[in-house]
């Protein structure tokens, strides 16, 4: 069926160091790829997403890369610190871009 | 703004309730949509819409209804509360074309016995 498959399930990391998670999507249709964050009680929050036409995109600390012909994209954070520290989920549109289906997020613990 | 706002915070029921979480946008999305938020899987969709008076199933439908008279309110209705439902409810809406860049209301944990 259609599903996005997100790893790894955690991710423990020590400040400083770079943190790597991957999706992998079913519909070769979607084409717009965002990332959330959700802080621990909060709410998820975009911060980051790429359109099916370019590689790769850059925030600062954090890239989006994008491989359409594998079907997966992956987050990359770089400098971890102990505030990157949270819940990631990657999501991507299916059924005719009428739904947003989530990954089931990657828990990232960035120890000082 | 508010933006996307729910009610209530917190709610406990007993197995056989209903109840509805209210969920309203004041920035004039025509998409809005109901998730669930369970340990370990994530975030699934129960109902969306597309814009008012337009509803339809997510991953997750079985045991909630939805409506859409208006823009801006997008309540979720328990018909017959039982354990499974226990979760964290998530309210999101966006504008038409811009599905991934979805904005959360704060949530609401329901919690059935």
């Known amino acids: 069926g259609e599903n996005v498959e997100q790893h790894p399930s955690t991710l423990s990391v020590q400040e400083g160091d770079s943190a790597v998670i991957k999706c992998t999507y079913s519909d070769s249709a979607s084409n717009y790829f965002p990332w959330y964050k959700q802080e621990l009680g909060k709410r998820p929050q975009l911060i980051i997403d790429?359109?099916?036409?370019?590689g790769e995109k850059k925030d600062q600390r954090i890239a989006v890369t994008l491989n359409k012909t594998a079907k997966h994209f992956s987050l990359h954070i770089t400098e971890t610190q102990p505030e990157d520290s949270a819940v990631y989920f990657c999501a991507a549109p299916l059924t005719g871009f009428q739904k947003l289906v989530f990954g089931t997020g990657t828990r990232l613990l960035v120890s000082p | 703004n508010a933006g996307v706002t729910q009610t209530p915070k917190f709610q406990v029921l007993k197995t056989g309730q209903s109840m509805t979480l209210q969920c309203a946008q004041d920035m004039n999305h025509e998409y809005m949509s109901w998730y669930r938020q369970d340990p370990g899987m994530g975030l699934r969709l129960i109902h969306y819409?597309?814009?008012?008076?337009?509803?339809d199933q997510g991953e997750v439908p079985n045991g909630y209804n939805v409506s859409r008279s208006t823009t801006e309110d997008f309540p979720l209705r328990l018909l017959s509360a039982a354990p499974s439902q226990t979760s964290v409810y998530f309210c999101?809406?966006?504008?038409?074309?811009?599905?991934?860049?979805?904005?959360f209301g704060p949530g609401t944990r329901l919690t059935v016995t």
């Open positions: 790429i359109r099916s036409n370019v």
């Open positions: 819409s597309v814009g008012a008076g337009i509803t």
């Open positions: 999101a809406s966006s504008r038409a074309g811009t599905l991934g860049e979805q904005y």
